[in-house]
C-alpha cells in the first residue's frame, strides 16, 4: 500500500474536512462521541509513569515528551488517542491509573492513584491478557511499571461504569505488542544461558581432555584435572583464571607431565578451549532459539485470538458501537529488530501470527473497525518521503536517565540533529510526529466505516 505525496496530502485534506478542522472543539463530525475510551499498551499511554523520577527528568510517555512546538512543530509531545481525542472534539485523554511499584531508593516507587473521570486505561508494558510486561517489578525492572493487562483494563472500565459502555464513546484499542517484547526477552535469556552452559561444558571437556594427554597415564590424569576443576568451579568466588589454574596445577603434578605447568604449554590449550566453547555455545544458544520459535509464534496467535475475543464480548458485547481496533505495526523492521543478534525473523513471523487472528477473530463484526497499522507502518519504512518522514531507521532518543526507552526521552536528550520527523523516538515507539500520522490514518479508515 504505497502512498504518493498528493495522495498523502489529500489524505490529510479529508482528515481535517470531515472532522471540521484542526483545532479541538471546532469539528462538524458525521458521529458526535460522547467520549473516547482507550485500552492498550504504552503506544497509547498517555501517562501513567509520569510520577516520581519519571517526571522529574521530563519523561512520563512513550515517545519525545513534552511540548516543544517553539522549537519545532512536530514536537508536540502528544501520542495517536490524544490526537485522535483533539480531532473528535474531546478534551485531552488522561491516565485512569497513574504510580509505580518500582525501587524506592531511585524514586520508583509512587502510591497508585485510580482517577475515576479518566477514560485512558493503556499502561506501558501491558499485554493482552499477562499481568507481568516489560518494565514489572517482577522482570528486575527498577521502574516497576504497573503493567495492567488490556483484558483487565476493560474490566475495570465496566466496573466503574456499571458492567456496560454507553454505546456513544468511540474506543480505541491497540495491545500485543509486549507479548512478543515479553516472550523475545525471555528467548535472549535462556538461549543465552544454554549457550553458557554448553560453552562451559565444552571448554571443560576440551581443556581437560588437552590438559591430560601428555601425562603418562591419560585417563587417570583426566579424573584428578577433572576433580580440580569441578571443585574449584563450586567454590564460591572462583573465576575462570582461578579455575584454569587448579586445574593446570593438577595437570602438572601428574607423572609425566610437569610441562604442562608452563605457560607457554598451556595458555594455547586455553585458548583453543575457549574457541570451542564459544563455538559450540553460540551453536547452542541458536538451537534453543529455533526451537522455542514455533512455540512463540503459536503463543502470539493465542493472543490474537484473545484481544479478538476481548474486544467482540468485553467491549462490543458489553454495549459498546464504535469499537477502533488497530494491529500490530511493523516491529519486525523497527530499529530494536534490526540490530545485530535479535532474531528479525522470528519477530516477523510473531507479529504475522497476531495480526492474523486478530483479523479473523474481528471480522465480521460490524461495530468493530479493524485498521491495519501494519500495512501503513511498513509502507513508512520502506517508502518514507511520502509521509514527510525524513528517518525511519533509527532512534530519535539518546541516552537518558532511564537507559535508550523513550519514556525518559525529551528534547534535551535526543540524539545531535534535526528529529521531528523521525518515524522512531526509541526502538519501537513513534515521534509525535508519527503518532500524528497513526491518528490520521486512523481517521481516515473510520471516514471510509462511515463513522466520520
Not at 492498550?40 to 513534552?66: A, H, M, Q, R, W
Not at 480505541?172 to 507479548?179: Q, V
Request: charge should be neutral.
Amino acid at each position: 500500500m504505497r502512498h504518493t505525496n498528493f495522495a498523502l496530502a489529500l489524505l490529510t485534506a479529508a482528515v481535517l474536512s470531515a472532522c471540521g478542522g484542526s483545532e479541538p472543539g471546532n469539528q462538524d463530525l458525521k458521529t458526535k462521541f460522547s467520549s473516547q475510551v482507550s485500552f492498550g499498551d504504552s503506544l497509547s499511554d498517555v501517562g501513567t509513569y509520569n510520577v516520581g523520577k519519571v517526571k522529574e527528568i521530563g519523561g512520563g510517555k512513550f515517545t519525545i515528551n513534552g511540548d516543544n512546538t517553539a522549537k519545532n512543530p512536530a514536537l508536540t509531545g502528544k501520542n495517536w488517542t490524544e490526537y485522535m481525542a483533539a480531532q473528535f472534539g474531546l478534551p485531552a485523554p488522561c491516565p485512569a491509573q497513574t504510580g509505580l511499584d518500582g525501587d524506592a531508593s531511585k524514586g520508583f516507587s509512587v502510591a497508585v492513584v485510580n482517577n475515576n473521570a479518566c477514560l485512558s486505561y493503556a499502561q506501558g508494558g501491558a499485554r493482552v491478557t499477562n499481568p507481568v510486561g516489560p518494565g514489572n517489578k517482577l522482570t528486575g525492572d527498577p521502574v516497576g511499571q504497573l503493567t495492567v493487562p488490556v483484558a483487565t483494563q476493560v474490566a475495570n472500565h465496566l466496573a466503574r461504569n456499571g458492567g456496560k459502555f454507553k454505546g456513544d464513546e468511540v474506543v480505541l484499542m491497540i495491545g500485543g505488542g509486549n507479548d512478543a517484547l515479553a516472550m523475545l526477552g525471555q528467548l535472549s535469556v535462556n538461549a543465552t544461558a544454554a549457550g553458557k552452559a554448553e560453552g562451559n561444558k565444552v571448554f571443560a571437556t576440551s581443556l581437560i581432555g588437552q590438559l591430560a594427554a601428555g601425562a603418562t597415564d591419560p585417563a587417570t590424569a583426566a579424573q584428578a584435572i577433572g576433580g580440580a576443576f569441578m571443585a574449584e568451579s563450586q567454590r564460591p568466588g572462583s573465576t575462570q583464571q582461578s579455575i584454569v589454574g587448579a586445574a593446570v596445577y593438577a595437570a602438572a603434578t601428574q607423572p609425566g607431565n610437569q610441562m604442562v605447568g608452563q605457560e607457554s604449554v598451556y595458555l594455547p590449550m586455553v585458548a583453543k578451549a575457549q574457541a570451542a566453547g564459544e563455538t559450540e555455545g553460540a551453536k547452542a544458544g541458536a538451537a534453543y532459539a529455533a526451537d522455542q520459535g514455533p512455540k512463540m509464534i503459536a503463543a502470539m496467535g493465542v493472543a490474537g485470538d484473545e484481544m479478538a475475543v476481548l474486544a467482540k464480548t468485553q467491549v462490543v458485547g458489553k454495549g459498546a458501537n464504535y469499537v477502533v481496533v488497530n494491529n500490530l505495526p511493523d516491529l519486525g523492521h523497527a530499529p530494536s529488530s534490526t540490530a545485530k543478534g535479535v532474531p528479525q525473523a522470528l519477530v516477523i513471523a510473531m507479529v504475522d501470527k497476531f495480526n492474523a487472528q486478530l483479523r479473523a477473530g474481528v471480522a465480521g463484526e460490524a461495530k468493530i473497525l479493524h485498521v491495519d497499522l501494519y500495512a501503513i507502518s511498513h509502507d513508512q519504512i520502506t517508502n518514507p518521503g511520502p509521509y514527510g518522514l525524513s528517518e525511519t531507521g533509527k532512534a530519535a532518543c539518546g541516552d537518558n536517565a532511564l537507559g535508550h526507552t523513550s519514556l525518559g526521552c525529551n528534547a534535551s536528550n535526543t540524539i545531535a540533529g534535526d528529529v521531528s520527523r523521525y518515524m522512531f523516538a526509541d526502538g519501537v515507539h513513534p515521534t509525535p510526529f508519527e503518532n500524528s500520522l497513526i491518528a490520521k490514518y486512523v481517521a481516515e479508515q473510520m471516514i471510509i466505516k462511515g463513522w466520520l
